[in-house]
């Protein structure tokens, strides 16, 4: 992938994130897929198992979620990082604001690694 792709990619990504689309979520990935936040050691395998209850999870904790300021670092043709703003919220309580650094890898156009470094709590326990 070219860096416009890479930046698009992982754009696509947040924005199915921050629209709680678990669908297209999911289909960013390999069915193989691994995902570590690397902050709180705690990995997991599988899309369709531990990513998605993942995912699910962080879903159902906020009625907001939202990915904002990116500042991307790829490396075609295969990996990407990038630094970038989140916001949680649960009505009724205050926004979380997060600064995180997410580092990707890919096999061909999808997910394969991807390590998570974030500030505050660990909202994908």
Known sequence: MSTLQLDQLVERYFAAVDNKDLSTVLSFFTTDASFTIATYQSTFKGRDTEISEMFERLFSRYDKILHTNFDHFPSPPNRI?????????????????????????????YFQEVYVYMS??????
């Not at 990082?81 to 156009?109: D, P, W, Y």
């Not at 505050?120 to 326990?125: R, T, V």
């Open 120 to 125: 505050g709590d660990n909202a994908l326990a």
């Open 81 to 109: 990082s990038c630094r970038f703003e989140v916001q949680n919220s649960k009505i009724g309580l205050a926004t979380i604001f997060k600064n995180n650094c997410n580092f990707f890898r890919l096999q061909g156009n």
